[in-house]
């Protein structure tokens, strides 16, 4: 195997290689990349046995061959190259790295690529397209409210599901709930819900350009995706989702409208003295404005009161400040409301102009 090509072509591909390497024993096999060359053409695998990922760069081939070679070290020693063609030849069971017309040689030991395990395959014709920035918008408005308990492990990866005019995303862990439900001009076909682990959307965002068109492939195990030359995929997380739809409530009699932006440097100031394990703060909603509120501690104590639109009984809500301002963060336009009937059941916090995403937050009670 030998073969020639920039050294910024290849180091793109091995950087985003590396996250779906295994880095925890750097003699196992997946700790490894594979390359092959053939047509002038340089393949590039990695898999961590639950991911996948291939994608693949022009080069001028010189001698066909393919190899594995640990992922970690070849991306170190590719950000330390001067920026150049570089030759790359395997002979002896060692992969040699050298500049052209420059005094470097890196060489290191291969582990034979049939070892290599082979990586999953999207059935022909399966993939269908959604845009890229619209995919990745569902996920940032409720990647937040996924669960970190792996003992509820089917609460710990985002819910994916057809509606009638697009799809439905939907993360939950038992105390809060964000849900997009959102149209798509593209034809979708029908599919049974799943349960992606969110590290698919980690690598998702690196690979996005937020611009055209992304390939999707929904499969009984496995979630594949496509953006340009590269391909990459997850294995979903089995389990029955919950019936979400039973904690949206129905009817809410009150609404309070504040600005975001308002609310979100409240929060933030707040909760600079909050000491409690469950991040409690109080909202004290009336029509005068909301107070927020830390919990007395030997510290001290925070007072902060904003502006808001409120029309309703005096009400004191108490909850997880975290589970106002992680939505509040991904949240668009400029105002946001949130709507109850009691105190102590479940709140819709939803943004302005009938956007397709909203959050429910069920508060802490009183005594709590």
Known sequence: MKFVCSKEAILTEIIYSMDFTSQRNSLSITSNVYLETYNDTLVIRATDQKLGFSTHIAVQTLQEGKTTVFC??????????????????????MFTIKPVSQNIDFKLRTITPDEFP??????????????????SDMANQTIFAISED???YFLCGLYLERNASGMNMVATDGRRLSIVERTFEENLPMFTPVIIAPKFFTELKKLSTDEGMLELCIT???LFAKIAQRTFYTTLIKGQYPNYRRVIPDTQNYSCTMRIQDMLDALKRVSLLVENKAKRI???????????TSDESEVGEAKEIIPCQYEGPESKVSLNYTYLLNPLKAMEGEYF????????????????????????????????
């Open 72 to 93: 970690e070290k070849l991306l170190n020693i590719l950000r330390s190259l001067p920026d150049t063609n570089v030759e790359f030849n395997v002979e002896d069971g």
């Open 118 to 135: 082979a990586l999953e395959t999207a059935p022909e014709g399966q993939y269908f397209t959604v845009p890229q920035k619209a995919f």
């Open 150 to 152: 792996e003992t509820r």
């Open 220 to 222: 009984e195990q496995l």
């Open 282 to 292: 109080f909202l004290d909603i009336s029509e005068a404005g909301v107070l927020l």
């Open 337 to 368: 409301s949130i709507n109850f009937t009691e105190p102590t059941k479940a709140m819709t916090v939803k943004p302005e102009s009938n956007r397709d995403y909203y959050h429910i937050i069920m508060p802490m009670q009183p005594n709590s």
